[in-house]
C-alpha cells in the first residue's frame, strides 16, 4: 500500500482497533485475563499508556457483542471468524463492531480493513452491518442459540442457565452479564469510621451508598475518577472487594480465634476476617507470587495478624485443629461472566466436573482442619450446581457435616432443597454471582 503510513493517516502511534485486537488475541491464546495481559502489553509499550483507558473500554464493548460480530461476519462478508488467525479474528470484530455499535467512519474502518486483506468490506457492507436486524439475523436458530447470540455467550452457558432459572430469569441474568458490574468499597474500619470515608469520596467525586446487610460495605452510585488511583486507597483506607466475597468472610465469624484460609490471594476475605474480630489468620496459597501480592495487600491494609504461608493446601501442610476454616477454591466462575467477560471466548462445560473434584479434596482437609463443633464457609463464584450444592449434598452425606443457616440473609435460598446456603445474583443482588454454605463439623 503506497502512501503514508496506515498510524500516520489515521492519528496516534497504532490504531486503537489494532491495539485491542493485539490484546485479544493473547487473551484467547493464553487463557489470561484482560486485566493481566493489559498489564502486560502496556508496560511493554509505554508509548501507547495514553490508550488504555480506551482500550479496556472498547475490549469490552468486543467481548460483550463477540457473538452478534460473529454472525454479521459470517452473513455479510462470507468470513467465519473461528477459521481466522487470532489476531485478524480479533480485528476483523474490533472493525465489525465499530460500525455496528460505534459512530466511527467508514473510511477509518475501510482502510484498516484493507491493510489487513479484509478484501470483502466495502461500503455497502458496512451499510448492511449496521441495518441487519439481530432478529434477522438469529432467524432460524433455536431459542437456546438466539439468545447465545443476542447475549453473546457460549450455547452451553446459556443452555446450562436455561435449564437452572428458567428461560425468564437467564435472560435477565444475560442482560445484567452484559452491564457494567457494580463496584463495591469495603471500607477498612480499622483505620477510619465507614462517615470519614464517606465524606472524602465526595470531596473527590465518588458517591456511594452504604449497605443494608454488611455496614462496612459501601456501593459506587457514581464516580469522577480511578477509585484504585486516589490517595485513600493507596493508603489502606478501603478495598475493592465484590459484596459475595465480604458476605463469605462475615458468614464464618471470628470472635479472635484462629482461622485457616485454605485458598487466600488475593486476600479479601483474610483481611476482612482480621480487620472485623482481630482474627488471627492463616492464609495458604500454592502461588509464590500470588503469595507475594497478597502479603502487599495485607500490609496496606495493616492486616498484621494475617500469616501467608506458601504451601498446597490439598495436602493439608498444617498440624493441629482449627475452630474456624473458610474455603472459596478456585472454580468454573460462571458468575464472573459479566466482571471477566474474555471467559466466553474459551470456558468449557469440562472444566465444572473438573474443579468440582477438586473442590471436594479441598473440601476434606478443610474438614480434617477443623476441631469438633468447628465452623466452616464454603463459598464460589460461579452458579453451578455440580460446584455448590452438590458439593455440599456431598460433604453431609461423605464427611457428616452439619449444615448451618447462613446469616445474615442476603441472597436467595440454594437449590436442591438446600435452602439454608444462599445464592447471589448480578442481576438481583449487584454482586457478581456467588454460592455461599455454613457448615459444622459435629
Given at each position: 500500500m503506497s502512501g503514508?503510513?496506515?498510524?500516520?493517516?489515521?492519528?496516534?502511534?497504532?490504531?486503537?482497533?489494532?491495539?485491542?485486537?493485539?490484546?485479544?488475541?493473547?487473551?484467547?491464546?493464553s487463557r489470561l485475563s484482560l486485566r493481566s495481559v493489559m498489564e502486560d502489553y502496556f508496560k511493554q509499550r509505554p508509548r501507547l499508556k495514553q490508550a488504555r483507558g480506551l482500550a479496556r473500554a472498547y475490549a469490552t464493548g468486543v467481548l460483550r457483542t463477540y457473538r452478534i460480530v460473529d454472525e454479521l461476519a459470517d452473513r455479510?462478508?462470507?468470513?467465519?471468524?473461528?477459521?481466522?488467525?487470532?489476531?485478524?479474528?480479533?480485528?476483523?470484530?474490533?472493525?465489525?463492531?465499530?460500525?455496528?455499535f460505534r459512530d466511527v467512519r467508514d473510511e477509518r474502518i475501510l482502510a484498516i480493513g484493507a491493510r489487513y486483506g479484509f478484501e470483502e468490506m466495502d461500503r455497502a457492507?458496512?451499510?448492511?452491518?449496521?441495518?441487519?436486524?439481530?432478529?434477522?439475523?438469529?432467524?432460524?436458530?433455536?431459542?437456546?442459540?438466539r439468545m447465545a447470540v443476542e447475549?453473546?455467550?457460549?450455547?452451553?452457558v446459556v443452555e446450562y442457565l436455561v435449564k437452572l432459572l428458567g428461560s425468564r430469569d437467564a435472560r435477565r441474568l444475560l442482560k445484567a452479564f452484559n452491564r457494567e458490574p457494580t463496584t463495591w468499597i469495603r471500607v477498612n474500619t480499622a483505620r477510619i469510621s465507614v462517615?470519614?470515608?464517606?465524606?472524602?469520596?465526595?470531596?473527590?467525586?465518588?458517591?456511594?451508598?452504604?449497605?443494608?446487610?454488611?455496614?462496612?460495605?459501601?456501593?459506587?452510585?457514581?464516580?469522577?475518577?480511578?477509585?484504585?488511583?486516589?490517595?485513600?486507597?493507596?493508603?489502606?483506607?478501603?478495598?475493592?472487594?465484590d459484596k459475595g466475597s465480604a458476605l463469605a468472610a462475615h458468614?464464618?465469624?471470628?470472635?479472635?480465634?484462629?482461622?485457616?484460609?485454605?485458598?487466600?490471594?488475593?486476600?479479601?476475605?483474610?483481611?476482612?476476617?482480621?480487620?472485623?474480630?482481630?482474627?488471627?489468620?492463616?492464609?495458604?496459597?500454592?502461588?509464590?507470587?500470588?503469595?507475594?501480592i497478597m502479603r502487599k495487600l495485607l500490609g496496606r491494609?495493616?492486616?498484621?495478624?494475617?500469616?501467608?504461608?506458601?504451601?498446597?493446601?490439598?495436602?493439608?501442610?498444617?498440624?493441629?485443629?482449627?475452630s474456624k476454616v473458610i474455603v472459596d477454591p478456585d472454580c468454573s466462575s460462571l458468575g464472573r461472566l459479566g466482571h471477566s467477560p474474555e471467559m466466553r471466548l474459551w470456558i468449557k462445560p469440562s472444566v465444572i466436573r473438573k474443579y468440582a473434584f477438586e473442590q471436594r479434596a479441598l473440601l476434606k482437609v478443610a474438614y480434617d482442619l477443623l476441631e469438633r463443633g468447628g465452623e466452616l464457609v464454603y463459598s464460589t463464584c460461579t452458579l453451578t450446581l455440580e460446584e455448590n450444592e452438590e458439593n455440599i449434598a456431598w460433604a453431609l452425606e461423605s464427611l457428616g457435616m452439619e449444615l448451618l443457616e447462613a446469616r445474615p440473609r442476603v441472597g436467595l435460598p440454594g437449590l436442591l432443597g438446600l435452602r439454608e446456603t444462599q445464592r447471589l445474583y448480578p442481576h438481583l443482588h449487584g454482586t457478581t454471582g456467588f454460592f455461599i454454605a455454613k457448615l459444622r463439623k459435629e
Amino acid at each position: 500500500m503506497s502512501g503514508p503510513s496506515l498510524s500516520r493517516r489515521l492519528g496516534g502511534p497504532e490504531p486503537i482497533e489494532v491495539i485491542v485486537a493485539e490484546i485479544l488475541a493473547r487473551v484467547e491464546v493464553s487463557r489470561l485475563s484482560l486485566r493481566s495481559v493489559m498489564e502486560d502489553y502496556f508496560k511493554q509499550r509505554p508509548r501507547l499508556k495514553q490508550a488504555r483507558g480506551l482500550a479496556r473500554a472498547y475490549a469490552t464493548g468486543v467481548l460483550r457483542t463477540y457473538r452478534i460480530v460473529d454472525e454479521l461476519a459470517d452473513r455479510v462478508l462470507g468470513l467465519d471468524p473461528e477459521f481466522l488467525p487470532p489476531f485478524e479474528r480479533n480485528l476483523l470484530r474490533a472493525l465489525l463492531y465499530e460500525a455496528r455499535f460505534r459512530d466511527v467512519r467508514d473510511e477509518r474502518i475501510l482502510a484498516i480493513g484493507a491493510r489487513y486483506g479484509f478484501e470483502e468490506m466495502d461500503r455497502a457492507a458496512l451499510r448492511r452491518v449496521r441495518e441487519l436486524d439481530v432478529k434477522e439475523l438469529v432467524r432460524g436458530l433455536s431459542p437456546v442459540a438466539r439468545m447465545a447470540v443476542e447475549y453473546s455467550q457460549p450455547d452451553w452457558v446459556v443452555e446450562y442457565l436455561v435449564k437452572l432459572l428458567g428461560s425468564r430469569d437467564a435472560r435477565r441474568l444475560l442482560k445484567a452479564f452484559n452491564r457494567e458490574p457494580t463496584t463495591w468499597i469495603r471500607v477498612n474500619t480499622a483505620r477510619i469510621s465507614v462517615e470519614r470515608l464517606e465524606s472524602r469520596l465526595r470531596r473527590r467525586g465518588i458517591i456511594v451508598e452504604r449497605d443494608e446487610h454488611l455496614p462496612f460495605m459501601l456501593r459506587v452510585v457514581r464516580s469522577e475518577v480511578n477509585i484504585s488511583r486516589i490517595p485513600e486507597y493507596g493508603r489502606g483506607l478501603f478495598y475493592i472487594q465484590d459484596k459475595g466475597s465480604a458476605l463469605a468472610a462475615h458468614l464464618l465469624g471470628g470472635e479472635s480465634q484462629v482461622v485457616v484460609d485454605v485458598t487466600a490471594a488475593p486476600g479479601g476475605k483474610a483481611s476482612l476476617l482480621h480487620q472485623l474480630w482481630s482474627s488471627e489468620v492463616v492464609a495458604l496459597e500454592i502461588k509464590r507470587k500470588r503469595a507475594m501480592i497478597m502479603r502487599k495487600l495485607l500490609g496496606r491494609l495493616g492486616a498484621w495478624k494475617v500469616y501467608t504461608v506458601v504451601a498446597d493446601s490439598r495436602v493439608a501442610p498444617l498440624r493441629g485443629r482449627f475452630s474456624k476454616v473458610i474455603v472459596d477454591p478456585d472454580c468454573s466462575s460462571l458468575g464472573r461472566l459479566g466482571h471477566s467477560p474474555e471467559m466466553r471466548l474459551w470456558i468449557k462445560p469440562s472444566v465444572i466436573r473438573k474443579y468440582a473434584f477438586e473442590q471436594r479434596a479441598l473440601l476434606k482437609v478443610a474438614y480434617d482442619l477443623l476441631e469438633r463443633g468447628g465452623e466452616l464457609v464454603y463459598s464460589t463464584c460461579t452458579l453451578t450446581l455440580e460446584e455448590n450444592e452438590e458439593n455440599i449434598a456431598w460433604a453431609l452425606e461423605s464427611l457428616g457435616m452439619e449444615l448451618l443457616e447462613a446469616r445474615p440473609r442476603v441472597g436467595l435460598p440454594g437449590l436442591l432443597g438446600l435452602r439454608e446456603t444462599q445464592r447471589l445474583y448480578p442481576h438481583l443482588h449487584g454482586t457478581t454471582g456467588f454460592f455461599i454454605a455454613k457448615l459444622r463439623k459435629e
